[in-house]
């Protein structure tokens, strides 16, 4: 059965950090290709970032480059979303999301003062 448990969420002020983690079980998490969507209220989810099964190649939305970084680890299983410099605008329902079609509950980011 395969699982996808994010974590990491919560509430930022403007120009913080968080850390989201996405625990993958169920399958061969090395096979698969994995990304991050958020979802906005009354919007549909959006790509974030992917990464490759190696994690040698990432691709970023115009709207986090350069202020979020994806990265994985294939031997705990995990891939993570680190996000820097956050605005309000990022505030939403952070998703990861395998290759194959598997999505995750969600956790959610609040960027507020």
């Known amino acids: 059965q395969v699982q996808l448990v994010e974590s990491g969420g919560g509430w930022v002020q403007p120009g913080g950090s968080l850390r989201l983690s996405c625990a993958a079980s169920?399958?061969?998490?090395?096979?698969?290709?994995m990304s991050w969507y958020r979802q906005f209220p009354g919007k549909e989810r959006e790509l974030v970032a992917t990464?490759?099964?190696?994690?040698?190649?990432?691709n970023y939305a115009d709207s986090v480059k350069g202020r979020f970084t994806i990265s994985r680890d294939n031997v705990r299983n995990t891939v993570y979303l680190q996000m820097n410099s956050l605005k309000p605008e990022d505030t939403g329902v952070y998703y990861c999301k395998t290759s194959r079609g598997y999505w995750g509950q969600g956790t959610q980011v609040t960027v507020s003062s």
């Open positions: 990464i490759s099964v190696t994690g040698g190649i990432t």
């Open positions: 169920g399958f061969t998490f090395s096979r698969d290709a």
